[in-house]
């Protein structure tokens, strides 16, 4: 199945998660994470209310074809599941229902400096039944043509706060070629809801059959391939 031909079809709290505090990383000097590292943003940025997620890569080898990655957000509720088709932000879905969520857009290639696609968050506007925002990056068309993640290089994921342009910190993933070798989906990370603040957690989690199999997992049904 071609992630880009996933179409959401049809995919609920008051009680608060487990957080392992040995685990969090606090301050505002961060600025590199690694995998497993858990940060309290409000500790890190106590004047964080709009974010924007940065997600960048290039490709090592230009006389291939172009390889298109893209990124995704889901919005799970306390079961970790999506509570209806909107909370799946993608391309083809740029923005949750009550506007709290955008996607930027599609970059085809990841060529140039700089970001490659953004989503932007506005922390106040979330639903308060949405618990976590997970974070996604997947191969468009992997099985078509052979591509994989061994096929591009600086791959990173950064996290900024919109209203003063501070960047709270940078995850790079180019020590994670090996594991990433056969995936056709990244989990990057999550942000999950604690109380008042936000906790974002350093996953780097490989998907074998890609973004399709992410969204089924919290809940949404994927319809089959548009054949040509």
């Known amino acids: ?18 957080v392992d505090y040995d685990k969090i990383v606090y301050g505002a000097s961060v600025s590199r994470v690694n995998k497993g590292d858990e940060l309290d943003l409000m500790e890190v940025d106590p004047t964080l209310v709009n974010c924007m997620i940065g997600m960048g890569w290039d490709l090592k080898n230009f006389e ?13 509720n306390k079961d970790e599941m999506t509570r209806e088709n909107e909370d799946f932000i993608f391309y083809n879905n740029p923005h ?15 060529a140039g400096d700089g970001d490659d696609e953004t989503v932007t968050i506005k922390l106040t506007k979330l639903s ?23 096929d591009v290089r600086n791959v990173y994921f950064r996290f900024v706060n919109i209203d003063s342009d501070h960047e709270l910190f940078r995850f790079e993933l180019d020590d994670m070629e090996h594991e990433l070798a056969d995936a056709g989906a990244l989990i990057v990370g999550e942000m999950e809801r604690v109380g008042p603040k936000w906790v974002f957690r350093a996953l780097g989690e490989p998907v074998k059959d890609g973004l399709s199999e992410v969204a089924t997992n919290y809940g949404i049904v994927v319809a089959e391939r548009v054949q040509a």
């Open 1 to 18: 199945m071609s992630d880009k031909d996933i179409k959401p079809i049809d995919a609920q709290d008051d009680d608060l998660p487990d």
């Open 64 to 76: 291939q074809l172009p390889l298109d990655l893209d990124s995704s957000v889901f919005l799970l």
């Open 96 to 110: 949750d229902k009550v506007g709290a969520i955008k996607h930027d857009g599609d970059s085809r290639t990841g």
């Open 128 to 150: 308060f039944d949405v618990i976590k925002i997970v974070f996604v990056i997947s191969i468009y068309d992997d099985e078509l043509v052979g591509h994989s993640f061994k």
